[in-house]
């Protein structure tokens, strides 16, 4: 069976331009399409990195922001304008209160009668007339309590200067203060009782407020003496010759009550003895008698 030949227009293979003329050019390679699998979209930034990317971008201009987000920026970040502003209208809006709350406080009396206001007055100065009473009567109430005090208090210190002046004269308490010191020393003689007490005498007699004898006996108004075989017997305790009496008192008077004429020191140098006597700023007297209570004499329940 002979071979067909074949038709070079309807045999030409795909992808061959055939001419119509019958000219065939040269046969060109066709590549068959390959598909691709779709990229997706790269989102390209619109911004460049920065060294933070967890900054966020800078907001847009105040002119091209809305009303809500300027508002919010105002009041997040107020400026010194708008601070001040604020002050002011806070500083009005006190001033309107108060202004408020005082006239308030005048129309509670503006919308009350004459009589009415009348009537309050008098409840109002008759209410500061009993205070004024009340405070005087208080005034005079502490004033009686601090004179009953100073009555109370100064009677207090005249019984204890009395207890003390008591004690002193007693002979209770040790003593001290200016005096004199005389020293009775026996030369040619013994120096006679009379004599001893003469002294203790005259010396009271001048203002001797306390007095002791050769530092063993205190000598008071109940001291009692008596003539012994080496001296003498004073209050109960021996004393003996040189006999030293220290004086408490005016140094001066007693000082001159020992030596004016005919006086103490006369009748001793007579009694054959030598008397010496010596002022001094200070005397000290530590001897004290003890006291003995009384056991038939009570105070008058009428003094």
């Given at each position: 069976m002979p071979e067909q030949t074949p038709d070079p227009r309807s045999s030409a293979p795909s992808g061959k331009h055939v001419?119509?003329?019958g000219t065939t050019p040269a046969a060109e390679p066709i590549e068959?399409?390959?598909?691709?699998?779709?990229?997706?979209p790269v989102e390209e930034p619109t911004d460049k990195p920065t060294d933070k990317p967890?900054?966020?971008?800078?907001?847009?201009?105040?002119e091209e922001r809305s009303a809500p987000d300027r508002i919010r920026q105002a009041l997040l970040r107020p400026t010194r304008q708008q601070l001040v502003a604020a002050v002011l209208l806070g500083l009005l809006g006190f001033a309107a209160?108060?202004?408020?709350?005082v006239t308030g406080?005048?129309?509670n009396y503006a919308g009350l009668r004459q009589q009415e206001l009348i009537d309050l007055l008098n409840g109002l100065a008759g209410t500061r007339q009993r205070t004024e009473a009340e405070i005087e009567r208080l005034e005079?109430?502490?004033?009686g309590l601090r004179d009953d005090t100073t009555r109370r208090q100064t009677a207090l210190d005249q019984a204890q200067d009395t207890v003390d002046s008591l004690?002193?004269?007693?002979?209770?308490?040790?003593?001290?203060?200016?005096?004199?010191r005389i020293t009775i020393t026996e030369v040619d003689g013994r120096v006679s009782l009379g004599s001893v007490i003469d002294t203790v005498q005259e010396l009271r007699s001048v203002g001797a407020e306390a007095m002791s004898i050769n530092g063993k006996v205190r000598v008071v108004a109940q001291t009692a003496f008596e003539v012994t075989d080496s001296g003498f017997l004073a209050g109960g305790e021996e004393i003996e010759a040189p006999y030293v009496i220290d004086v408490i008192g005016d140094?001066?008077?007693l000082s001159s009550a020992i030596s004016f004429a005919l006086g103490p020191k006369k009748q001793i140098e007579e009694d054959g003895a030598r008397v010496e006597v010596v002022r001094l700023d200070t005397v000290d007297i530590e001897e004290v008698t003890s006291r003995d209570e009384p056991r038939y004499a009570v105070p008058d329940p009428g003094q």
């Open positions: 001419d119509p003329e068959e399409p390959v598909e691709e699998p779709a990229e997706q967890d900054e966020a971008p800078a907001p847009p201009p105040l209160v108060t202004q408020v709350r406080t005048e129309d005079e109430a502490a004033g004690s002193i004269l007693a002979g209770l308490v040790p003593v001290t203060g200016p005096g004199i140094p001066a008077a």
